[in-house]
């Protein structure tokens, strides 16, 4: 009997088959991406295809058998790799990484307990098709007399390649128009173009982005100027200079949403403390306070409530843009001769902080160092918050005053694990032990805050002082989105749903003011600056910023989040779909478009800002352009 003759290139259309197979297997399995029609269902078919085929193709301008199969193997295993990579950094971001979030890695030896939750030893199968291969190389028969690959044959597969690369770009395109030049949402590129041309993109906009700085003369700030001129919100006359020459102390409430504020786990309260403060007479309480964050979680809110800016779509800013020149809030405060600094018990090197305080013009960064840290008083990420608060308020004692301090908080972050005496109520009972344990460390977050406010009385500065809380970002990610829909009662969250979660609780405190009350604006991080500042006597009609006075009569009712999503008092935009906002029910999109349009733009316009360092062109004192840079 004639033994089976495989094909010369057999490995090569295994490599392709079997890479794209377990893509696409991935994409359904893996990555919670709404597929609404048989089109979009074709596209992501499609879309693995197009790169790989490139990709694998180089192999056939090696000249020996040899050499193409070590290739077609060393590429096997870095797609296996980047693939499991987003794959990974999905379970926790709901997110796919970006090339400045690789760079990163002075954060990586901190996040050994986040990692441990998200890694699972199954996840062996995203290397399935590197077994395959390395079984098909063993198995399948050598080709005797192999001969070099045709130029002819070489070019008709790769037209072949690039006719799939233009079927998937044009049906990309006819789906979602301008998916290339509003790419905000990263799952729309990836749903549409894939995952490895996703990464391409990524590179191209990188170099793009890095290529600003350089070709930057400020002129780009003329516009930007103008429209923060024109949208800028009058102080209101009563409350501004108030409060002037008080001490403000800003916590970041970490992973603190709103729906766990005024509401209960099954029978038990979950923010007794924080509960109280929402009807304190001296507590400004907004209940429509959304977090504005990106990739870079904490410090994206850190950067947001320094500067009224956006954070960057593709990773922190604290790393990408670190050495920029900026207008910071600390800055301000340091001019009207406040003592200013930022205070958490973490490494100072820790998202870039040592750098980019520097650029905010902090006087000081109480880190790690300044702190007591042992076995005994932390748990996860570091230090508790109990003694963090303890230990921070007597550090505060001894500083000058007036003085500006940012506490960051650690305990309720992911993957929300408390020792066993500081657990205060009983878990949730879901399927997720994400959001089961995240009630107790929220509870715990509360009662530090308790202790915070007694030690605060007690060493004799909470009199003098505006304490201003905020939760920097969500705790609980869409992909916990079935238990959230258990816990809230609903058969899903929707879209819309999962915008209104992004709500985090934001309280300004004001000892003695007497008229605290629940605020109903539409707010977000954004419009920290130009609130705090207003309240401490400190005009902003100079400053660089698109936040707004909350206080102001003239405060719109409208949020961004970094993502293009917004929210206003008439509206939801999420997952391009235009909701109203009172019922969830959708709407014609013409009621957003005039809210898309300035989303865009708005996100545009901080983009250039950062990208280019356009703040170094700008004199804040006369609100003017400088000839040279700063």
Not at 241 to 246: A, L
Not at 423 to 449: A, H, K
Not at 452 to 463: A, C, I, P, V
Not at 553 to 582: L, M, N, P, S, W
Request: charged share 20%; glycine share 6%.
């Amino acid at each position: 009997m004639k033994s089976l003759k495989w094909p010369k290139h057999s490995i090569l259309a295994i490599a392709v088959i079997a890479t794209w197979i377990k893509t696409v297997i991935v994409y359904v399995t893996s990555f919670d991406m709404d597929v609404e029609n048989a089109m979009q269902m074709l596209i992501l078919i499609i879309n693995p295809l197009s790169f790989l085929l490139f990709f694998y193709g180089l192999s056939l301008f090696f000249k020996s058998p040899k050499a193409q199969n070590r290739y077609i193997v060393g590429g096997s295993i870095l797609l296996a790799l980047i693939l499991y990579g987003n794959v990974a950094f999905y379970r926790f971001y709901n997110d796919f990484v970006t090339l400045p979030v690789l760079f990163q890695t002075s954060n990586f030896g901190e996040l050994g307990t986040s990692a441990a939750a998200i890694i699972n030893w199954i996840d062996i199968l995203y290397f399935v098709d590197v077994f395959i291969i390395f079984i098909a190389l063993k198995y399948l028969p050598k080709v005797q007399n192999v001969t070099p690959v045709r130029k002819d044959a070489r070019k008709a597969y790769f037209v072949l390649a690039t006719a799939v690369l233009f079927l998937n770009l044009g049906l990309a395109e006819t789906e979602r128009p301008q998916l290339l030049t509003r790419a905000f949402d990263r799952e729309l590129l990836v749903k549409n173009i894939g995952t490895y041309n996703y990464h391409l993109y990524d590179i191209y906009v990188q170099s793009k982005s890095s290529a600003q700085r350089a070709l930057a003369d400020g002129s780009e700030l003329v516009e930007v100027s103008n429209y923060v001129r024109a949208n800028q919100a009058e102080p209101n006359v009563q409350m501004f200079g108030k409060y002037e020459g008080r001490n403000v102390i800003a916590v970041s409430l970490e992973s603190l949403q709103t729906f766990v504020i005024n509401n209960e786990m099954n029978g038990e309260v979950i923010t007794p403390f924080l509960n109280s403060l929402t009807q304190d007479k001296d507590t400004y309480y907004f209940n429509n306070f959304y977090h504005q964050t990106g990739l870079g979680k904490t410090s994206d809110s850190e950067f947001i409530f320094e500067n009224s800016l956006f954070g960057l779509g593709r990773g922190a800013v604290f790393f990408t843009h670190g050495e920029n020149t900026y207008n910071s809030f600390a800055e301000r405060l340091g001019e009207n001769d406040y003592y200013t600094n930022v205070m958490h018990a973490n490494n100072k090197s820790f998202w870039n902080r040592d750098m980019i305080y520097n650029s905010f013009n902090l006087d000081n960064f109480y880190d790690i160092e300044s702190y007591n840290v042992n076995d005994e008083n932390s748990v996860n990420w570091g230090l508790k918050d109990i003694p963090f608060f303890e230990q921070s308020t007597a550090l505060m004692k001894e500083m000058p005053q007036p003085f500006y301090s940012r506490l960051i908080t650690l305990t309720n972050h992911y993957p929300f694990y408390l020792d066993p005496e500081d657990v205060m109520i009983n878990e949730f009972n879901s399927n997720s032990g994400t959001l089961n344990r995240y009630f107790q460390t929220v509870r715990y977050l509360d009662e530090s805050v308790k202790v915070f406010f007694e030690d605060l009385k007690e060493q004799g500065l909470y009199e003098n002082s505006i304490i201003v809380m905020y939760g920097d970002h969500y705790g609980i990610s869409e992909n916990h989105n079935k238990a959230m829909a258990q816990y809230l009662g609903k058969e899903e969250i929707t879209p819309y749903d999962s915008a209104l979660l992004q709500s985090v609780p934001l309280f300004i405190h004001i000892p003695g003011s007497n008229d605290g009350q629940v605020m109903e604006a539409v707010s977000g991080q954004l419009d920290l600056r130009p609130t705090l500042l207003h309240l401490l006597g400190i005009d902003t009609s100079k400053d660089m910023q698109l936040g707004a006075d909350l206080f102001s009569e003239e405060h719109e009712d409208f949020v961004i989040f970094r993502d293009g999503r917004f929210i206003t008092d008439k509206v939801v935009y999420a997952g391009e779909v235009c909701y109203d906002r009172e019922t969830g029910v959708e709407v014609d999109i013409a009621g957003c478009q005039p809210y898309i349009e300035r989303a865009t733009k708005e996100l545009g316009y901080s983009d250039q800002i950062i990208n280019g360092d356009l703040l170094r062109f700008y004199d804040v004192e006369t609100g003017n352009l400088t000839v040279e840079e700063k």
